[in-house]
């Protein structure tokens, strides 16, 4: 499953864009060993009448989706797998759109998480110039060929798919100057992660959004292994002025604050303000939500293409905060600030069956964040100093980061 | 904490509330069960409130329920004495002898409510406290609240009378709002808990009637998880609300929202409705001096709290 990316010309409408997903297929050439998603397979294709049923379903309830613009987003498995399919939708979308003079012509893009195998391809080209001015494409590569290797790797066969993506990110980065990718970080990659930062920096790609996995799948002593290449990380991007033009997410300089209870209770996710809808045309608060991404638990629900959304399945998700979800470990930590969460995972990996209990498998690799986020800043800002650059205008030379993930 | 045992006596033991029990087929709570049931009343400390079937209980039943002190809820065609008399059908209700004492609950859809306030009016001066429970909240729509406004405003209306005429008659609808300051609700998994003939707790008799997990056994114990949620301080919509006398339903709330410490729109609006309505005869009842002008209930421009979340 690709991971979803945000593009700076998504930043322009961030925040107040709906975000609508179509699950155009459970299929994909890759088995990604971390992937979440279990319930991948090559029969459920997202039929035409159910992806114009919901458009119609969308564009037909104007009043319930206010939001200034929209991204209408399209993942698997691999969307571009189903690059027809997709090309009806978008053309579909677009004219009914203006038909309808609705609010969202003219301020809406489509969005695309892609592994990057068929970037290449003529039809999935043909596309791109066709909708070139409202697209935005993240192709995801995890670093250096092992480490990409080591967990993206063809299904039934085990070969990595390295080269067969990396031979299009010359022709993406043409195209989308400037994209970030995104990287997911699960327990045998942590000892690559220098190197696999480094490595998307020399390809050309400046800017590298990473996480850890939410799941429960760290072991003893992985916290130490994390922070100790962080901090090896963040000699390499300092000693050699890396930070000046490329930027990794891990170091961000208001990371590791204490949150206030009151003034910073938001809620992390933004699950359930999206809508994302499989190939049977129900509706989910997320994809994360759907059957095929969970373990324990039954999909979470919210209607269907020929009902509707069932607004009281919502009011859950519009009335989280944080506070309400964490324990009090959490609310008390003093290092809180930037600690993520996924409702998806939380919802998955609960006790009952609530989005409230807030899962913390991933707090000692926050914290080890923290220690090495604390030590790139500092050195840099002495660096700076060192070199005349007062802190205050420290971030003039600094490159700021332009994506804004909302996973 | 724990306050209240519910024990379910029968499979076919009574609704009281908004679930609807749709077991016809009798399954009696087995004798050591029960005991066990009120050892386990007794040791928490546990006040216990039986909820009987319409058949007649075997005497070694009777005699074990009368080794504690406790409440009971039972149908209107059962042959115990009731602290709580529970009426399925309008029929029924109206025809009923009704003695001096005892509280009455009425379960009844929306649209036979609506149907039937004068009806209402000559049980409402048999008794001292009358709730009325609807069973179908969750399937109300926009003309149904309509009409359930209308209803309560006619509601009012035979209140005022009534306590014009010096009675002090309770109806949960309405009065109960104006003699609260803070919420006062079910408190199910918080204040009460509900043992069932398999000998298994539920959160509340509804949870065990629609098959959803047990919380413990008798056997191993009570085990809530995810306890806070079912208290009011984890609850965002109903934490800020006013509507004290909302049932704040949580049986309601997982099957409408999935979430138990989430109301639906529903539940949220017919008691605000109340609400307002319960705002407008203590009005009235402090204007001919029956009420301390002191008191107060604000005026408010929602019917759903969740509709004004941004304004929190």
Known sequence: ?407 | MLKYLVILLDDTSTSFCHYDNRKSESRLMPIETLKGGIRFGMMENLMIQFVYPVDALPLEHLKAIETIDHGVIAPSGSPVSADVVVFNDWDTFLKFDYPDMGTFVLRTDSKQLCENPKYLESVLYQVTRLNIVLTDIETMNDEDFEKYDRFLDELRGIMKRLYLKGYQTQCNLITDRIVLDAMNNCNAGTESITLAPNGKFYICPGFYYDGLDAVGSLEDGLDIKNPQLYRLDHAPLCRICEAYHCKRCIWLNQKTTIEVNTPSHEQCVVAHMERNQARLLLNELQDRGIYDKKQEIKEISYLDPFDVKDEW
């Open chain 1, 1 to 407: 499953m690709e991971a979803i990316i945000k593009s700076q010309n998504e930043q322009w409408r961030s925040g107040i864009a709906k975000g609508i997903t179509f699950i155009v297929t459970k299929d994909c050439q890759l088995a990604c060993k971390y992937c979440y998603l279990v319930g991948k397979n090559s029969k459920e294709r997202m039929p035409w009448s159910i992806a114009k049923q919901t458009v119609d379903y969308i564009l037909d309830h104007e009043n319930d989706f206010k939001e200034e613009s929209v991204i209408w987003d399209f993942i698997g498995g691999e969307p571009f797998l189903e690059i027809d399919l997709i090309d009806k939708i978008c053309d579909y979308i677009k004219m009914e759109m203006f038909r309808r003079n609705h609010h969202w012509f003219n301020s809406y893009r489509f969005s695309f998480s892609t592994n990057g195998i068929n970037y290449h391809e003529e039809k999935i080209q043909q596309f791109i110039e066709k909708n070139r001015n409202h697209l935005s494409i993240g192709i995801t590569i995890d670093g250096t060929r092992q480490k990409h290797d080591l967990n993206r790797v063809y299904k039934n066969s085990e070969r990595g798919s390295y080269d067969d993506v990396v031979k299009n990110i010359p022709l993406w980065q043409f195209q989308f100057p400037g994209m970030g990718t995104k990287v997911t970080i699960s327990s045998a990659d942590l000892p690559y992660i220098k190197e696999s930062v480094l490595h998307l920096f020399s390809l050309g790609i400046p800017e590298v959004n990473i996480n850890c996995v939410f799941e429960d799948v760290w072991k003893e002593g992985d916290d130490l292994i994390f922070q100790n290449q962080l901090i090896e990380l963040a000699d390499a991007i300092i000693d050699n002025g890396l930070y000046e033009n490329n930027v990794c997410s891990f170091f961000q300089e208001h990371l590791g604050k204490p949150l206030d209870r009151k003034l910073q209770n938001q809620n992390w996710c933004g699950a359930g303000k999206m809508l994302a809808v499989d190939a049977a045309g129900i509706f989910y608060p997320c994809t994360r939500f759907a059957q095929y991404s969970l373990r324990d638990k039954k999909a979470w629900i919210i209607g269907n293409v020929n009902e509707g959304i069932d607004k009281n399945k919502l009011r859950g998700f519009l009335t989280l905060d944080r506070c309400t979800q964490s324990t009090k470990e959490c609310i008390d930590c003093e290092v809180a600030e930037g600690c993520a969460w996924c409702q998806g995972e939380n919802y998955d990996a609960a006790d009952t069956c609530t989005a409230f209990q807030r899962s913390t498998a991933i707090c000692k690799m926050h914290k080890a964040r923290v220690r090495a986020n604390n030590y790139y800043w500092n050195k840099l800002f002495r660096k700076l100093e060192l070199e005349g650059i007062e802190r205050e205008r420290a971030n003039e030379h600094v490159k700021q980061p332009q994506m804004k993930d909302i996973c």
